[in-house]
């Protein structure tokens, strides 16, 4: 067994109990001293070394020192466990964006996924952009929800700067425009905290199901080929099939969901950019490098100046 006999005698002299783990210091510090000095020079331990040596004159050495920290468990950072929040029928949905290098027509392409999630009944809406901004936000939010024709009441987000304007967390502050935005479908965003996507596990597992279940083994033709297969993936082939432990199917779902969710208006208008510009002599304006024409004004103040919208 490879063990020497003072290890054979030790263990015949204690009865075959097992070895105190325990070790005991010859030099015993007040664990509210440690604590008070780690508090005062700021969790540098070579200073609360000094300090113990010089002022308080214990004679401890530098590795006893740092094991008595960690045991104490001085400078960590508590784990708490994480909260559970119901799922509530009609309460949450999520939304999140990702990144992805896909070959459109065989060449490698940068695409934005944005994925919109409903938490209690797990329907998905799955759009994919060249460019996501937060005009591009508002439409892929309005294509969704008035394809679902309801909308929860809140719509949990990381803290992007598309949506928050300062602050992070509970605490975020919504930029008014989204706000406002938001209010016209009856929902409020709410960003999570630092550090915590779980808080919208929903969205990063069907963000890891579009790697693993969407992306592999199909091929596009355009952006526009790929939208098609992704909605039709989204809203049809996972609508129906068996989602987690509970074997939740989110079609059926939803028809228990649906009374309980914001119901929208078929004729809510699509959301818009307005864009200011002035007319050049010849009643023209320019923009991304088009230039359009403005009928003329019959007041001349403002014959030189025009709305484009």
């Given at each position: 067994?490879k063990?020497?006999?003072n290890?054979v ?11 105190s783990?325990a070790r005991?210091d010859?030099?015993?510090?007040d ?5 008070r ?6 969790g540098?331990?070579?200073r609360v ?15 006893t020192l ?11 950072p ?13 309460l949450e ?8 290098q896909?070959k459109l ?15 209690y ?7 994919f ?6 005009f591009t ?14 909308a ?6 990381d ?15 919504i930029v008014?425009?989204?706000a ?5 479908y ?6 999570h905290?630092?550090?915590h996507?779980?808080r ?9 199901t579009?790697?693993t279940?969407f ?9 526009e080929?790929?939208n098609?297969?992704a ?16 074997r939740?199917i989110?079609a ?5 969901e649906?009374?309980l969710l914001t119901?929208l208006?078929a004729?809510?208008?699509a959301?818009y950019?307005?864009?200011?510009r002035g ?21 001349p103040k403002?014959?030189n100046?025009?709305?484009?919208t």
């Open positions: 067994m063990v020497s006999r290890t005698r030790a263990v015949i002299r204690r009865g075959g109990a097992a070895a783990g005991r010859k030099i015993h510090v664990p509210d001293l440690l604590r000095l780690h508090r005062e020079c700021g540098w331990l070579q070394h000094e300090k113990l040596l010089e002022e308080e004159k214990i004679p401890i050495s530098y590795p740092t094991r008595r920290v960690r045991e104490l468990g001085l400078g960590k508590v784990h708490t466990r994480c909260d559970h929040v119901p799922d509530e029928p009609g949905m999520q939304h999140d964006t990702s990144v992805y896909v027509a065989e060449r490698p392409t940068r695409v934005i996924a944005s994925l919109l999630y409903l938490r009944s797990k329907r998905r809406y799955l759009k952009y060249r460019v996501f901004n937060r936000m508002k439409c892929f939010l309005h294509e969704a929800l008035l394809f679902w024709g309801c929860a009441r809140q719509c949990v987000i803290n992007t700067n598309l949506a928050r304007l300062r602050g992070s967390g509970y605490s975020a502050v008014p425009e989204m406002a935005f938001a209010a016209r009856g929902f409020q965003f709410l960003c905290a630092l550090n996507p779980n919208k596990a929903g969205e990063e597992r069907s963000f890891w579009v790697e279940n992306l592999p083994g199909r091929s596009f033709e355009s952006l080929d790929m098609r297969q909605i039709d993936w989204a809203t049809v082939r996972m609508e129906h099939r068996p989602q987690g432990k509970a939740l989110p059926k779902a939803f028809e228990h649906q009374g119901a208006p004729e809510l208008p959301p950019w307005a864009q200011e007319t050049d002599a010849y009643g023209y304006i320019a923009f991304e490098g088009n230039f359009y024409w403005v009928p003329g004004w019959p007041d403002l014959a100046f025009a709305n484009w």
